[in-house]
């Protein structure tokens, strides 16, 4: 039922799952991410997460309206899976992300592995290596794409919205999916931080380029 391969990428070994029950009953109308879910089983690009800069290190901030919600859902499920496997795992992240892949009716995908070239963000320079991530929690909420990222102290988080937004602009540009289809947040045992993707203000093209490749 649940689907797993280990991936050695650049930072730790990780475990990409899929339900694959849950996926087929919640993935209606997103063919494109049934698809690219399946496919990077077989044929993830490993040299690029070797060797290319990882979304999780660009510390900027993104402009446009974050709601925080306490108690949300995915806090809950947070809270639960901390307790539930406190004795199966040391760390917190895999406590989480396991507790909500097994128990949760809306988790169909842990350590999702992304990538995007520079050529699709920008086209008239294409030198620089593929820009890569692996999203903690992708959930199928209200017949929306939910990139959710686990921050153990989400509160103090400056930079998070950042990099859950370059995740769903890996995961439109793989897919096809429009980014209007996606919603991102991240969160912990406390608080939830959701927006949408499609309203970031952030410059496109060429600009949205040079703030992507700052300092690399």
Same mark, same amino acid.
């Given at each position: 039922?649940?689907? +797993? $391969?280990? &991936?050695?990428?650049?930072?730790?070994?990780?475990?990409?799952?899929?339900?694959? %029950? =849950?996926?087929? @009953?919640?993935?209606?109308?997103?063919?494109?991410?049934?698809?690219?879910?399946?496919?990077?089983?077989?044929?993830?690009?490993?040299?690029?997460?070797?060797?290319?800069?990882?979304?999780?290190?660009?510390?900027?901030?993104?402009?446009?309206?974050?709601?925080?919600?306490?108690?949300?859902?995915?806090?809950?499920?947070?809270?639960?899976?901390?307790?539930?496997?406190?004795?199966?795992?040391?760390?917190?992240?895999?406590?989480?992300?396991?507790?909500?892949?097994?128990?949760?009716?809306?988790?169909?995908?842990? +350590? $999702?592995? &992304?990538?995007?070239?520079?050529?699709?963000?920008?086209?008239?320079?294409?030198? %620089? =290596?593929?820009? @890569?991530?692996?999203?903690?929690?992708?959930?199928?909420?209200?017949?929306?794409?939910?990139?959710?990222?686990?921050?153990?102290?989400?509160?103090?988080?400056?930079?998070?919205?950042?990099?859950?937004?370059?995740?769903?602009?890996?995961?439109?540009?793989?897919?096809?999916?429009?980014?209007?289809?996606?919603?991102?947040?991240?969160?912990?045992?406390?608080?939830?931080?959701?927006?949408?993707?499609?309203?970031?203000?952030?410059?496109?093209?060429?600009?949205?380029?040079?703030?992507?490749?700052?300092?690399?």
């Amino acid at each position: 039922m649940i689907k +797993e $391969v280990h &991936l050695d990428h650049k930072g730790g070994n990780y475990l990409y799952r899929i339900h694959e %029950k =849950k996926t087929k @009953t919640l993935v209606n109308g997103f063919s494109g991410l049934t698809k690219y879910l399946d496919k990077v089983f077989n044929e993830c690009p490993d040299e690029y997460f070797n060797d290319g800069p990882r979304s999780s290190t660009f510390k900027y901030k993104i402009h446009t309206p974050i709601k925080e919600v306490v108690g949300h859902e995915v806090c809950t499920l947070a809270k639960m899976g901390l307790e539930h496997n406190k004795g199966r795992y040391k760390q917190n992240h895999p406590k989480v992300q396991m507790f909500m892949i097994e128990y949760d009716d809306k988790t169909i995908a842990i +350590e $999702v592995p &992304l990538w995007i070239h520079q050529k699709e963000l920008e086209e008239d320079n294409q030198n %620089k =290596k593929p820009i @890569t991530g692996h999203i903690d929690l992708l959930r199928i909420e209200d017949g929306k794409i939910w990139i959710w990222d686990y921050k153990p102290n989400a509160q103090r988080e400056k930079f998070a919205a950042a990099q859950v937004y370059l995740y769903a602009r890996m995961l439109s540009e793989r897919t096809k999916i429009p980014l209007k289809e996606f919603r991102c947040g991240y969160f912990d045992h406390l608080f939830a931080y959701l927006f949408e993707p499609e309203e970031v203000l952030l410059p496109k093209d060429r600009q949205l380029k040079e703030f992507l490749y700052k300092d690399l």
